[in-house]
């Protein structure tokens, strides 16, 4: 069965850290472009941070840049989203999704999400 668990999600005070994990079942996720996502109440899903086969090259949105780090651990078939100097603005459900193209078919896998509240 495909499947992708988050989990890290919790309670921090602003500047604080916090890592999260994507564990991936039932396919290779270092074969996928995986991305993490955010949604915070009232807003559209946005786009966190990508990394992308074959090179592991990682993109990120302008607001945690220097902040967020994405990576992958191909023996635990996993990937990670460390966040460091957190803001209450990067409060939201973070998901993790994988994709790629198998010929004609598009694999498009998403994960339940975590919550991640920043707040004093």
């Known amino acids: 069965q495909v499947q992708l668990v988050e989990s890290g999600g919790a309670l921090v005070q602003p500047g604080g850290s916090l890592g999260l994990s994507c564990v991936a079942s039932g396919f290779t996720i270092n074969n996928y472009d995986v991305s993490w996502y955010r949604q915070a109440p009232g807003n559209e899903r946005e786009l966190v941070a990508r990394?992308?086969?074959?090179?592991?090259?990682?993109n990120y949105v302008d607001s945690v840049k220097g902040r967020f780090t994405i990576s992958r651990d191909n023996a635990k078939n996993t990937v990670y989203l460390q966040m460091n100097i957190l803001k209450p603005e990067d409060t939201a459900v973070y998901y993790c999704n994988a994709r790629r193209w198998v010929g004609l078919r598009h694999n498009n896998y998403w994960g339940q999400g975590t919550q991640v509240t920043v707040s004093s």
């Open positions: 990394i992308t086969t074959p090179h592991d090259n990682t």
